[in-house]
Each structure stands twice: as structure tokens, then as C-alpha cells.
């Protein structure tokens, strides 16, 4: 592997790291404080799926954000704050739009939000947006790409013809399309949309390779030796697909990221509290004349991953990479 | 030729059909009753939602509604406009011309700046300049237009005030006046338009060029006498076939990417109109415009397809004997 690419696919784990942990690495609420002589973890609990275990009523009733002097006294103290000090909801609006400094390394937001702390949070969701769509997409491209060739005849014509329709429709249209007539915005109807204008490559090329395959060796030993359809995909070609298909999906990833960002940029996302690198970015265009942060760090964290996750696909793909290194 | 236009056009007949089932489906089918949306949970008289429900044809069946739909969009009638009553084609005719003219700008632009780009990448390969370029492009790739679009807004048009921030020239200026306005309006959204695009087209040149350099053709044509201009003309005659491919691949993301940049811009193209006619649940609108964008494309395929016979006589001879072997 390439220098560049190893930094790529460190780019690329590291933001789905920074995604997971954001409730811990920007919170205003500590990760370890002593509340009424226990100990409780209140950043904890905003972690996904986890953050359950680290519930504690006691804790969410406490005001973090009253003067430090009155939380170290008595029974209730502060013993470990997050790395970012700041929660992506919490407004202040006298630190409205605070240049880059060492207290707000990205600035603020017009409503004196941390910026650093915003865009943490914003990578979850275009990572769970992302990979949720990506493989949704996958899952229904390959299915029917595989069917498509395992039943033949007029099923697999349909199939084609249907692909050939829906690959007309540009994504952010259907998207958008779909999202419309749903009548509901957020992050599932977002997920399903981006799937449904993203699966059409994958059924294509899936279509393809399993079609170079039907009536060779290993297609007639598999069906000999009794393997039904579903067996016959799932178990022997479905590995021959795994790393092609990977590098799709890694495009795929990129692109959705593009769509989900484009859309919570036109206010078809999450609604406004929970950030996105989109409506983040939207909300910046209001205080364009007036300071560059807002604008510059979301599209920086927009490029590098997007860019990292194209390097990633292109250093594995099959090609120049992969023959000099054998 | 013309057999095989006719035989081309008439193959899409299946997919057109298609694009009008799956926008109906998608817009039409979906557990969303567009009254109960339009009167906000009730506030319409009973009266007024049996007119509105008659006049949207919502009692009968989805056959028979897409059956009256599509014999009407064989007219040409897609309806009315739910905000104003104007006729849908006449709205979006309106706007049509807007992002027509912002595509083929952005179009040219890609190809006027990446094929350039990628023959010089050919001609040094390896070399500092080049790498740095790569780079650079792939970089280029993962701007998305709404960044790109912000960002050359604030230098661009705050900070330096080179160009306009957005909008389109009043119509009151001059022939000559109204030319260089129309220009310095659409420079920012033809380039933010162009960005992801540039990338894509410079790479494939690069690649294609390189081939291209290494054939016998091109040692056999300057051997010749061919001057290296002559020379260069055979290496790009050679190379339009993935060009015209790659052309296929951009338009639906520039169909796509022109609904962010207008919006951005506050440019009145047929972008713009289908998000304020989603806002505003104009869904004849939104019905005619989703439609359209996948014709354009499907004219956009059947467009390279004749491109290839242009340009590559290999091609047209080979699909002009089909063409008799079926006779």
C-alpha cells in the first residue's frame, strides 16, 4: 500500500471514530463527575447504543452550565471534561462568530456555537447517511442483479429495462423527488432516497460479472454438486464480487455523502439543532460577509473525507496499485 | 444512418414509458394524500376538498389516473400549476432556457480546461508539474458545488466584489451591456457547476492521451512530415470515442448539481422552480420537472450514441451492416 492511500484509509477510520465518539470527544457535560457522592458519566449517555448503560437520572437534572465554582463544591464536582469543551447545541450568543482561537479552534457559529464541536457531531451523520445508504444501495442492486441473471428470460429483461429507467432519473432529482412525495424529511427518508437513486450501478455490475459466469466451470460444478440459486450466488460467487464490489461501494460511500450533504444543505435533513456538514454549511451563507470559519472548516472536513474515501477505493481497486505490488 | 436514428429513437420508446410509470409511481403512489398536505390538517371546507379531489382525479384507481396522466402528457398537457394556475409546460418553458444556457457553459468549460490539462499531464508524465495536477484534480473531485459555491461567493463577491453575489442582470441594460452582465453572473455558477466534472474529463484525457502517444500512428504521421499540429489532430481523433462516453456520465450530475448551484445563485432555472415548487407542494410542477430531467438525460444518451457515428467511422460501419443484416 501507498503512503497517500494508508493516510486515506486513516482519514477514513479516524472520521468514522470521530463520528462514533462525538457526544464524548465535544460535550459542555463532563465524561466523569461526582454527582450526590456517585460517580456518573453524563457525556457517556449520548454515546449511540451504548449510551443506555451510562443513563443516570440524578445526572440530567444537574445545570453544567452553572458557574464552574458552584459544580466543584459539595457533593456534586467535575472530575473530567471532554477534549472540546463545548456541545454542538449549546448557544451563547455573546461568543457570537469568534474567529479561530485556542479556546474555539474553529471559531463560532452565529449563535456563538462551537464550530469544531458542530462539525464532530455533523460526521456521524454524514457517515451514518453514507454508509446506511451505501449499503442499502448494495444490498438492493445486488440482489436484483443477481436474480436478474439466475432466473434469465423476461425477469432479467424486466430487470435490465427497470435499471435503464431508474439511471435516467439524476440522483439528487429522484432524491429529492422521492423525499417530496414522501412528504417527510430527516435522516431514514434521506438514507432511502439516496439508496433508491445509488443502486442502479451496483445491480449493473453485479448483472455483468455474474453473467460472465453463468455456464462456466464453477457455475456447472456448483449446480451439480445441488446447489440451489440462492446458495449458488451467496456462497460461491458472492466472494469472487467481495473486493470490486468494496470498491464501488467506497465511491458509492463518497457519493451519498455528496447527496446527504446537498440535501440537509437545502433543508431536506435532520431538523436545524443536530448539525450536518450540509446545514451547517447552509446555516453559514448567513454570516458570509462577515466571517469565513463557518464556511471554510465544514468544506474542509467535506474534502479531505471525500477525497480520502476516492483515494481508499482507487488504491484498492484492481489496476495499477495491485499489479506492481505482486 | 437515418435507419439507425429511427431504430435508436424507437428502442427508448420502452424507456420513456418507463420514466413516466416510475415518475407517476414515485409522486402519485406514495402513502401521502396531497390534500390533507395542502390544507394543513383540515382546514379546507368539505366542499373545497371534493373540488380539489375531482380536479386532481383522485377518486379513480392509479390505472386509470396514470391512463388519463399519460394521455394528456401525449398532448403535451402536464397539467396546471397548483400556485398560479399557469399551464405546467408554460412554467417550465419559462425557466428552461436559464439552466439549458448554465450546462452548456459548464460543459465547455469542463472540456475546454481538462482536455488541455490532460494533454499536458500525457506529454510530461511523472513529472513534478503533473503529480501536482493529479492531485490537485482529485482534490477538485471532492469539492462538492454548494462548498465550492460559498466559498468562491465570499472571496469572489464579498471580499474582492469582482462579480455579482447572485441573481441575474436587470433586463433594462443594453445589448452590448447585457452581454458582459450575463457573463459575470453565470461565471461563479459555471465554474462551481463545472468543478466535480474537470476532474473526472481531465483524468480519462490524461489517460487516453498517454496511450495515444505511444501508438505507431503518431511516429508514422510525423515520419510523414506531418506538422505536430496535423499530428496532434490525429491523437484526438483517436481519443473522442471516451470523451463523448464520459459526456454521458456528467449531464445527470450537472442535471443534478444545477438545482444546488441556482438555488445558491438565485438563478431562475428550472433548478430553482423545482425546489420552490417542492416547498410548495406544486406537485404537477414537480411531476413535470422530474420527467423532464430524466428525458433530458435519455436525449442526452441517444445524443452520444449519434456522436459516435460522427466520429468514429469504425463504428458506423459497423452498425450501418447491422442495420442491413437486419433488413
Known amino acids: 500500500m501507498r503512503p497517500e492511500s494508508r493516510l486515506a484509509v486513516f482519514v477514513v477510520l479516524a472520521t468514522v471514530l470521530a463520528g462514533l465518539l462525538a457526544p464524548v470527544l465535544a460535550n459542555d457535560r463532563p465524561i466523569l463527575a461526582r454527582v450526590e457522592g456517585r460517580l456518573a458519566a453524563p457525556a457517556l449517555a449520548e454515546l449511540p447504543i451504548v449510551g443506555r448503560l451510562f443513563d443516570d437520572p440524578g445526572a440530567r437534572v444537574v445545570d453544567w452550565d452553572a458557574p464552574p465554582a458552584s459544580l466543584q463544591t459539595g457533593a456534586t464536582r467535575v472530575l473530567l471534561m471532554p477534549p472540546v469543551p463545548y456541545s454542538y447545541r449549546g448557544i451563547h450568543l455573546d461568543e457570537a462568530l469568534r474567529p479561530p482561537s485556542r479556546s474555539h479552534l474553529m471559531g463560532t457559529d452565529a449563535l456563538g456555537r462551537d464550530l469544531l464541536a458542530r462539525v464532530l457531531h455533523g460526521a456521524s451523520l454524514s457517515l451514518l447517511v453514507g454508509f446506511g445508504a451505501t449499503a442499502l444501495a448494495l444490498l438492493i442492486g445486488f440482489c436484483l442483479g443477481a436474480l436478474a441473471v439466475v432466473r434469465g428470460g423476461l425477469f432479467d429483461l424486466l430487470i435490465v429495462r427497470f435499471v435503464d429507467v431508474v439511471a435516467c432519473f439524476p440522483p439528487f432529482v429522484l432524491a429529492l423527488a422521492f423525499m417530496a412525495a414522501l412528504g417527510r424529511t430527516g435522516v431514514w427518508p434521506m438514507v432511502a432516497g439516496i439508496a433508491l437513486s445509488r443502486w442502479t450501478t451496483i445491480a449493473r455490475y453485479v448483472r455483468g460479472e455474474i453473467l460472465r459466469h453463468r455456464g462456466g466451470a464453477l457455475w456447472v460444478s456448483a449446480r451439480a454438486a445441488g446447489a440451489g440459486g440462492v446458495r449458488l450466488v451467496v456462497r460461491h460467487l458472492l466472494p469472487l464480487l467481495a473486493a470490486p464490489l468494496a470498491v464501488l461501494a467506497s465511491f458509492g460511500v463518497a457519493n451519498a455523502i455528496v447527496l446527504e450533504s446537498g440535501l440537509s444543505f437545502l433543508g431536506f435533513g435532520v431538523s436545524p439543532p443536530t448539525p450536518s456538514w450540509g446545514s451547517i454549511l447552509a446555516e453559514a451563507r448567513g454570516s458570509l460577509d462577515a466571517a469565513w470559519w463557518p464556511v471554510f472548516f465544514p468544506s474542509a472536513a467535506l474534502v479531505i473525507v471525500l477525497a480520502s474515501l476516492c483515494a481508499a477505493a482507487e488504491s484498492a481497486a484492481p489496476g495499477e496499485s495491485r499489479v506492481s505490488r505482486s | ?76 398537457d402536464l397539467g396546471r400549476s397548483m400556485r398560479d394556475g399557469r399551464p405546467v409546460a408554460r412554467v417550465i418553458a419559462s425557466a428552461l432556457p436559464w439552466t439549458l444556457l448554465l450546462n452548456l457553459c459548464s460543459v465547455i468549460l469542463i472540456y475546454g480546461v481538462a482536455v488541455p490539462f490532460g494533454l499536458f499531464g500525457a506529454s510530461s508524465p511523472g513529472s513534478i508539474a503533473d503529480r501536482l495536477g493529479r492531485a490537485l484534480l482529485i482534490l477538485l473531485y471532492a469539492v462538492p458545488s454548494f462548498a465550492a459555491a460559498l466559498l468562491l461567493q465570499q472571496w469572489f463577491a464579498v471580499r474582492l466584489g469582482w462579480l455579482p453575489l447572485q441573481g441575474v442582470p436587470d433586463r433594462a441594460a443594453t445589448a452590448a451591456g447585457t452581454t458582459v452582465a450575463l457573463a459575470r453572473h453565470l461565471l461563479l455558477p459555471t465554474v462551481c457547476l463545472a468543478l466535480s466534472g474537470w476532474a473526472l474529463v481531465a483524468r480519462y484525457a490524461r489517460a487516453a492521451f498517454r496511450s495515444a502517444l505511444g501508438r505507431e500512428f503518431l511516429a508514422v504521421a510525423r515520419a510523414k512530415g506531418l506538422s505536430r499540429l496535423r499530428a496532434s489532430g490525429h491523437v484526438v481523433a483517436n481519443t473522442a470515442v471516451p470523451f463523448i462516453t464520459l459526456l454521458a456520465t456528467i449531464v445527470p450530475g450537472l442535471a443534478g448539481g444545477s ?69
Open chain 2, 1 to 76: 444512418m437515418i435507419a439507425f436514428l429511427v431504430r435508436r429513437v424507437l428502442s427508448s420508446v420502452p424507456t420513456l414509458v418507463g420514466i413516466s410509470l416510475l415518475t407517476f409511481a414515485v409522486l402519485n403512489l406514495l402513502p401521502n394524500d396531497p390534500i390533507q398536505v395542502w390544507s394543513g390538517g383540515g382546514y379546507y371546507s368539505a366542499e373545497a376538498v371534493e373540488h380539489l379531489r375531482s380536479e386532481l382525479r383522485l377518486q379513480q384507481g392509479p390505472a386509470a389516473r396514470y391512463a388519463s396522466w399519460g394521455l394528456a402528457l401525449l398532448r403535451g
Open chain 2, 259 to 327: 438545482v444546488i448551484v441556482e438555488q445558491i445563485f438565485s438563478l431562475p432555472g428550472v433548478g430553482r422552480l423545482y425546489l420552490t415548487s417542492i416547498e410548495a407542494r406544486d406537485y404537477p410542477v414537480v411531476v413535470g420537472l422530474t420527467l423532464l430531467s430524466a428525458v433530458l438525460v435519455l436525449a442526452g444518451h441517444l445524443l452520444v450514441d449519434v456522436l459516435y457515428l460522427v466520429v468514429d467511422p469504425r463504428i458506423r460501419s459497423g452498425l450501418l451492416d447491422e442495420s442491413t443484416d437486419a433488413a
